[in-house]
């Protein structure tokens, strides 16, 4: 594992491997047992998109780790004015141990890591959030004990969070249903993916998907960078919501979990979110330790 690009690049050993040193880490940094790992080492992380959890995530896990975070926003790279991804990935190389970047294009993330010579990690794309999806798979282990056999549903847009479960959850051995409106269904790429498995639906019924889950999950209607679309978004979306008609249809011990930021009334209605506000913002948490033993791997 040269770099963390999208979760079709890992294989189910990777991911175990990330899941078990995430444990690790969180069980020392509980009881405050060092661990400097990347002691010296320095990590950028470019922004194009706004962010709390993922920048300060990384940022502390970094520091929590021995190393030293740059945050580095494109408003005052020069990437932001223009220069090529390629240079800019041959620049870096020459000063950091590791780069994070949250970007729009897939394929930047891509370049930034054939172009540079240092580990690239893909902190969210309109493509895909592997970092987030490692954290909801250790979240899911976290408060059931495994992951195989489990039913994972999806309610919403099928872009870059529907992406990363689909692949993350289907190489885990879980069963995978999507429900997504007819236009707004994942690429391509992912469903070649997804249907070479029984154990995958893509359906355009919330109902549908929900049926029997032991895990839901939901995102925003209308993602970063597509705030102009928020409207018809909203016209799209109704009725792709996680509320108590869902969660009657889930079994009776489905835990929820949400990327976060969550729109309220939207994907999700108040009293589902607050009756399961320990599993969410226990996967908010386990955003530090996934990332943490990703920096790990990739940077030690
Ligand atoms: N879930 C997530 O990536 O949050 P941020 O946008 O705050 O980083
Ligand atoms: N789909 C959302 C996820 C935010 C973490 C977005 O891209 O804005």
């Known amino acids: 594992m040269k770099h963390l690009l999208k979760m079709l690049d890992l294989s189910k050993e990777e991911i175990t491997e990330i899941l078990d040193l995430a ?55 020069q990437i932001g004015r ?23 294009e897939q394929q930047e993330v891509e370049d930034l890591a054939k172009y540079g010579d240092i580990p690239v990690i893909n902190g969210l794309t309109d493509f895909c959030h592997p970092c987030q999806v490692l954290a909801d798979l250790m979240t899911i282990r976290e408060f059931k004990g495994s992951l195989a056999g489990l039913k994972m549903c999806f ?19 879980m069963s995978v249903s999507l429900a997504c409106p007819k236009d707004y269904q994942p690429p391509r790429e992912i469903l070649d993916f997804a249907s070479q498995y029984d154990c995958f639906e893509l359906t355009d019924s919330p109902a549908q998907a929900a049926k029997d889950a032991d895990v839901l999950i939901t995102d925003v209607w209308a993602s970063m960078g597509q705030e102009e679309e928020a409207a018809v978004r909203r016209a799209a979306f109704a009725g792709y919501q996680i509320n108590d008609e869902l969660m009657a249809a889930a079994k009776p011990d489905a835990m929820v979990l949400h990327c976060l930021p ?15 506000a320990k599993e969410i913002f226990e996967e908010a948490e386990n955003r530090l330790h996934a990332q943490k033993a990703v920096m790990v791997k990739l940077m030690a």
Request: proline share 4%; hydrophobic share 35%.
């Open 262 to 276: 969550a729109h309220r009334e939207e994907e999700i209605t108040e009293k589902v979110f607050e009756a399961h």
């Open 155 to 173: 309610i919403g847009d099928g872009n870059n969070m529907a992406n990363s479960l689909a692949v993350g959850c289907l190489k885990m051995g």
């Open 23 to 77: 444990d690790q880490l969180k069980y020392e940094l509980k009881h405050n047992i060092p661990h400097p790992h990347l002691k010296g080492k320095t990590l950028g992380m470019i922004f194009q998109k706004a962010s709390t959890r993922t920048r300060v995530s990384f940022e502390t896990g970094m520091y929590q780790l021995g190393g030293y975070p740059l945050f580095l926003s494109s408003n005052d790279l």
């Open 82 to 104: 223009g220069e090529p991804v390629q240079d800019t990935a041959r620049v870096l190389s020459r000063y950091l141990s590791g780069i994070m970047i949250r970007t729009f």
